[in-house]
């Protein structure tokens, strides 16, 4: 069980029981959060303040990723052209999301599970589809761990990779744990992203960097979340890309998860490079979406921690925020009706908007 404390009056961290993948802890001050809600409607301009409020140096300490060396990070924004944006099939990701959530409980090497693998690549059927399949060695066992990787190769060098885990928590098993939002919504949205990254005629490169979109396993812990008994398909990916030396060609990292919540407040992540954050802050201002794109900062520990730690230019996607204090977190209740096509459409858009600034650079 672990619950973060907090001294921040009436603004409480949200609950994180065990088993909890990831550790939010809140950097703001209570009067800080009313003068953001005042301004939340600017997210990009007010980022910068909250980047600079006082954060709570306890709980800021107990973070574990560094964050990005930004030398390397590129500047400002990319300068608006006039390529259309983006849209996502909305219905079609929110439809993705009802069926992989009508698996039922999904944790490592389970049927489910095994279903559905098969799911996901009868979907990319045509696509250049890899495997990191492997074992892990847990405190509850070995568990089979496959991640699912898709690449669509562009015409620069270089590559940018968008992750989203698929497994829901063994310790949830056998309690009508279905992970709507935690873990379907993720898969769900990356299933989308192929269908707009692979249009064109076969075998024809798109313009832009390569993208890899990568089904990640084992995000969950199989006991108690700690820095053994997490991100179990990521550490195993991001060590065995610094060895092949694919980590030097990422040109950025961002990972989904949780943004199925109708009521959509995607947060900023103090472990996330703050230049990637910012573009895709841009983005989501292109597309009228920058009120869903909070100025509030918390440390989460998520798949791309694996990637941070090796100084891939990373950020988390994620809304923690899920039904009041989080209450939907890794509970029966996290269901489909707390779900809304809209916000998969918001981060569907806005993440796609990113990969084009990014292409422009
Ligand atoms: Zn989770």
């Excluded at 060895?243 to 009521?263: H, N, P, R, S």
Aim: glycine content about 6%; hydrophobic content about 40%; proline content about 5%.
């Amino acid at each position: 069980m672990k619950r973060l404390e907090t001294n921040i009056g009436s603004w409480q961290a949200f609950p994180c029981d065990a088993p909890c993948p990831l550790w939010l802890r809140i950097c703001l001050t209570l009067p800080l959060a009313i003068a953001l809600a005042s301004t939340v409607a600017c997210a990009k301009g007010t980022s910068a303040n909250a980047a600079n409020a006082a954060p709570n140096s306890e709980l800021k300490s107990q973070s574990t990723a560094a964050t990005p060396a930004p030398e390397t990070a590129p500047s400002a924004a990319a300068a608006p052209d006039n390529a259309p944006l983006p849209h996502i099939d909305a219905k079609r990701a929110f439809q993705y999301t009802r069926e992989v959530t009508a698996f039922g409980e999904r944790y490592m090497g389970n049927e489910n599970h095994k279903k559905l693998e098969r799911y996901i690549i009868d979907h990319l059927k045509g696509d250049q589809v890899e495997d990191d399949a492997f074992t892990a060695d847990t405190v509850e066992g070995k568990f089979p761990v496959r991640n699912i990787i898709a690449k669509f190769p562009g015409t620069k060098d270089g590559i940018i990779v968008i992750l989203g885990h698929y497994d829901t928590n063994y310790p949830l098993r056998n309690t009508g744990y279905v992970g709507a939002n935690d873990g379907g919504s993720s898969t769900a949205i990356l299933l989308e992203y192929a269908n707009q990254l692979r249009g064109g005629a076969a075998g024809k490169k798109r313009d832009g960097y390569s993208v890899w979109l990568v089904w990640t396993d084992g995000e969950e812990a199989v006991k108690t979340w700690s820095a053994t008994d997490v991100l179990y398909g990521t550490h195993h990916l991001a060590e065995k890309w610094e060895k092949d030396g694919t980590l030097k060609k990422i040109k950025a990292l961002m990972v989904m998860d949780m943004i199925g919540d109708a009521d959509l407040d995607i947060l900023r992540d103090t472990n996330s490079a703050p230049w990637l954050l910012d573009l895709i802050y841009a983005a989501a201002e292109r597309l009228g979406y920058q009120s869903h794109f909070n100025a509030y900062e918390a440390d989460i520990q998520d798949d791309h921690i694996p990637f941070v730690k090796r100084g891939v230019p990373s950020a988390d996607v994620i809304d923690l925020d899920y039904g009041y204090h989080n209450v939907f977190h890794h509970t029966p209740q996290d269901t489909m009706d707390k779900l809304s096509p809209k916000s998969l459409e918001i981060v569907g858009d806005t993440t796609l908007e990113t990969i084009h600034l990014l292409d422009q650079r």
